[in-house]
């Protein structure tokens, strides 16, 4: 079993959409969780931390159930330019800096 | 957050050689990390390399294939050595915390003939 695990995809929604990405981690101690965005032949880049009590900037929600070791990402009112891989990304406990990555989902977003 | 500029940012190189890949961050950092993406999948981690120690490699990967240099607080090289097509990958260091997230470089682009 992966250690973090998320369904690939693809995600095909219309423009304005809401779409939904669920994540789960299998080692209870992990401690800091991320969304990353990876575009196409791009490096990953930081879309939002995940703390417990979930967090919200702008479009986007995260959220993190500690019980079922469980992530999800809201995208609201999809745009184009929201098209991109969406990477669930785990601290190892007690180790800065070894993140383990999910493999990815990928959403299209179509006018 | 850091700012990495990486290079080179592709390299096509014959099976056998050896290339090395640098990162230089704009600012001090006690931990870089170096990590490998293969066509297809997700970044899996290769080592942590700290100023003035040798690497921790990870489970899989190796100092005499992946060797890493740190010699001071902004700047890493990774080596890949011996090189061979299954080397085929992109290459991205990566800096940062738990707090604030992790930022990476660029990604070299290695493709092996």
């Known amino acids: 079993r992966k250690e973090v695990e998320q369904d690939p995809g693809p995600f095909n929604v219309p423009e304005g959409a809401t779409v939904a990405f669920n994540c789960t981690y299998s080692?209870?101690?992990?401690?800091?969780f991320f969304w990353y965005r990876q575009d196409c032949r791009k490096e990953p880049k930081l879309l939002m931390s995940?703390?417990?009590s979930g967090n919200e900037d702008g479009r986007f929600t995260a959220q993190l159930n500690r019980a079922s070791q469980y992530i999800s990402l809201l995208i609201r009112d999809s745009k184009l330019s929201d098209s991109a891989t969406y990477l669930c990304?785990?601290?190892?406990?007690?180790?800065?800096?070894?993140?383990?990555f999910g493999q990815g989902t990928t959403l299209q977003v179509k006018p | 957050s850091a700012v990495i500029s990486q290079k080179p940012s592709r390299d096509i190189c014959q099976r056998g050689t050896s290339l090395t890949i640098q990162c230089q961050v704009d600012?001090?950092?006690?931990?870089m990390f170096w990590y490998r993406q293969q066509p297809g999948q997700s970044l899996t981690l290769i080592a942590t390399?700290?100023?003035?120690?040798?690497?921790?490699?990870e489970s899989g990967f190796v100092i005499d294939k992946f060797p890493i240099s740190r010699p001071n607080l902004t700047f890493s090289t990774l080596t890949v050595s011996n090189m061979s097509p299954e080397d085929s990958s992109i290459y991205l260091c990566?800096?940062?915390?738990?707090?604030?997230?992790?930022?990476f470089g660029s990604g070299t682009r290695l493709t092996v003939v």
């Open positions: 990566s800096v940062g915390d738990e707090v604030y997230g992790y930022t």
């Open positions: 080692n209870s101690a992990s401690q800091s």
């Open positions: 995940v703390y417990s």
């Open positions: 990304v785990v601290n190892r406990a007690g180790n800065t800096g070894k993140l383990i």
């Open positions: 600012s001090q950092v006690t931990m």
């Open positions: 390399a700290n100023q003035g120690s040798e690497a921790t490699y």
